[in-house]
């Protein structure tokens, strides 16, 4: 018989994906994932406020970025894990992204028209991929055991 661990304490799942800041192997479930992205974006957002308002650079809130990077890059394989999915597909738009970075250098030395169409080509893919992405976090994991995993792992 399974015993499912569900967390309901939003915090809880803050705090379990901080802590595993560098696994990036196993699953996490939809609800966790979530609970996570919500967490860090309400403290993301009022660090950035305070330091709005008092007028000062953002420092707090830039430190906790960085903080929270390595967790939600670990947070998000792991998501794509439980829908079965390869971190791979993370990996993909990383490469977009160099890519896009790549080309938009290149447009600061030469304006060649066709740097524009490579650099709007791969804003295109990004934006794909992108919703692809948020298609494969939002979708529920599998219900049952798959190479990556048990589902509350």
Same mark, same amino acid.
């Given at each position: 018989m399974k015993t499912e661990c569900i967390e309901t304490n939003v915090f809880l799942s803050y705090w379990n994906c901080i802590k595993k800041y560098c696994h990036f192997n196993g699953r996490i479930s939809r609800r966790n994932y979530w609970s996570f992205v919500l967490v860090n974006f309400i403290i993301g957002f009022i660090l950035g406020y305070i330091e709005? &308002? *008092?007028?000062?650079?953002?420092? =707090? $809130?830039? /430190?906790? $970025?960085?903080?929270?990077? #390595?967790? /939600? !890059? /670990? /947070?998000?394989? @792991? @998501? %794509?894990?439980?829908?079965n999915r390869s971190g791979w597909w993370l990996g993909g738009l990383l490469i977009f992204l160099f890519v896009y970075g790549v080309t938009e250098g290149i447009m600061e030395y030469n304006g060649h028209i066709i740097n524009d169409i490579i650099s709007?080509?791969?804003?295109? %893919?990004? !934006?794909? =991929?992108? &919703?692809? #992405? !948020?298609?494969?976090?939002? *979708? *529920?994991?599998n219900p049952e055991d798959n190479k990556y995993g048990n589902p509350q792992a």
């Open positions: 709005g &308002i *008092k007028g000062e650079p953002p420092v =707090w $809130s830039g /430190a906790y $970025s960085i903080f929270v990077a #390595l967790p /939600a !890059l /670990a /947070a998000q394989y @792991r @998501r %794509l894990h439980d829908v709007n080509v791969v804003t295109i %893919l990004i !934006l794909i =991929w992108v &919703i692809v #992405l !948020l298609i494969f976090y939002i *979708k *529920k994991g």
